[in-house]
């Protein structure tokens, strides 16, 4: 039985180190995404919660009948608005979730002693999406298979 430590069941050296190298190599491209996970989560609560506040900023203005500043707010919340549609950080970060989540799997499927092959193909797919910033299973050639199976 396979082992933390040890995923190819007492392999030979060379295949171990193999499989430690690509171990390390998924882990490197977890914490990756885990940091822009981070950061456009960040980012996309601060946009929602800087609206939030303007918006009711405005109310407060338009109660006290002070319509040079509700006008000055009013501008403010678009200019979030278009922020919020120029960079997209609330649909990256969802992004980056199923990222680390499919990530995460495949460091178990790693450690339960999957052939390297199949953690580097899953591994290079994951790449592609990353690079891409296309969620799984988006590219054209599955449209075109969904297309033909209608």
Partial sequence: MATLSDPLMGSSASTTADANALLAEVNAFLVDCQHRL???????NLLNVAGIVLSVAIIASGAYETSRLTTILGGLVAAIVTAQRAFPFGPRAQFYRVLVGQTANLLTDVRAGTQLSTVATTLKSLRLDFAQQLPRGSSSKNDDNEKSEK
């Fill in 38 to 44: 981070a950061f456009n989560t960040r980012w996309d």
